[in-house]
């Protein structure tokens, strides 16, 4: 039995494996209870779930509907996989004002094998992508009794028996949306808004200091290429970000890259602090348009550069940027963020509370079929540059 953490956002975001794992073919069957569902979240995996059930796949879904949080259009999303195959989607809810439908499980499994991954992740856009979120992935078999027994609670959560489940159809949608249960995701966030407003009413005329720090985190674009966090529809996707929607081709990768914005690094630093980008990656929709990256530290940009070595002929034979925070690091790893204000970067020590759970994605990589951490010397790692999309 295997066991891997997925720490979001820092070393991992969650929908990027999600979609993977559907779009494998390793999995013949996808089961998923989860608290909340939203079009911010399933607009980013639809095109994954199709591929996954035209292949013959297996899919069930248990949705609750507790706090307000399961909007009327995610729950469309999942009806509208019904008609492509082998989907149910159930929802899941106790008229007890003392009970809340929580749970957040997706179990992956084959004839043989199974991929449990439990945590905190709903599929929202925040949940799969921004929020800070823990879960923990086991490998098994299928007769093992762990998964025995997950299954047998996926299960009864949609047991339409004792009237807490039921089935999704077209009529239940529309008492759900008529009586309430869920909102449309546009009064949705009219209410967020509003209760913001309230909070703000309420500190009077005091502006409250920050007590934290703020981080760069953002999701990635969808495949519909909307802005993340806005309606579908909307036009007002910068034109460098526009660039990187869909699928990702980068030269050397072993195959197309899921929809992502976020590049996982070990560098081996030159000269004191100069880094280098490995022409794969630096030529990849990623890196598309930018001539500088910034600082999450202190908001400093570095430019990148070219070398033309004589060597080469004049032909550029690297990129290169002064990324200073790698001063005294024994093995610095790095988190590379392409968000509305450009590509942000943040450096640690692969030892320090931030930078192990980066290496541990970046070692965690080298173990996928086919491998997703790519090594610049694949023959000599210590000696190597890594770098992995999530």
Known sequence: MMAIIYNQALA?????????????????AFEAAVAWVRRSGTRHLLPSLRKFLA???????????????????GL????????????KTYVHHNESALVTFHPKVYLFTNSTNARLIIGSNNLTESGLFT????????????????????????????????????????SLLTELVQEKYVLTEEVLRQRRQASEKVGCADAGTHAPRK????????????????????????????????RIAGMLKVPGYPHPVAITNVVLMRIRPARGTQVQLPIPLRDSAFFRGASKIVSGHDGVARVISATHP??????????KVEIPETRGMAIPVMRLDRSPMGIVYYVYDAGSAQGQPIADSLNAGRL????????TKSKDPNHSQWYRFV
């Open 55 to 73: 292949g013959g796949g297996e899919v069930r879904f248990t949705i609750g509907v507790d706090i307000e949080n399961t909007s009327k259009e």
């Open 76 to 87: 469309e999303d999942l009806l509208s996989l019904c008609p492509l195959g082998n989907c």
């Open 368 to 375: 996928d079929k086919p491998p997703t951490t790519i090594l």
């Open 131 to 170: 929020n800070t979120e823990v879960s923990l992935q086991i490998d098994a078999s299928v007769p093992d009794a762990l998964i025995v027994d997950v299954r047998k609670a996926l299960v009864s959560w949609r047991d339409t028996s004792e009237g807490l489940a039921r089935e999704l159809d077209a």
């Open 310 to 319: 004589k060597r080469a002929k004049g032909a550029v034979n690297t990129h």
């Open 12 to 28: 991992h975001r969650f929908g990027i494996a999600l979609a993977g794992l559907l779009e494998s073919g390793e999995w013949t």
């Open 211 to 242: 007590l934290f720090a703020t981080k760069v985190v953002t999701a990635p674009i969808p495949p519909d290429g909307t802005v993340p966090g806005k309606p579908a529809g909307n036009r007002g996707l910068r034109k460098p970000l526009r």
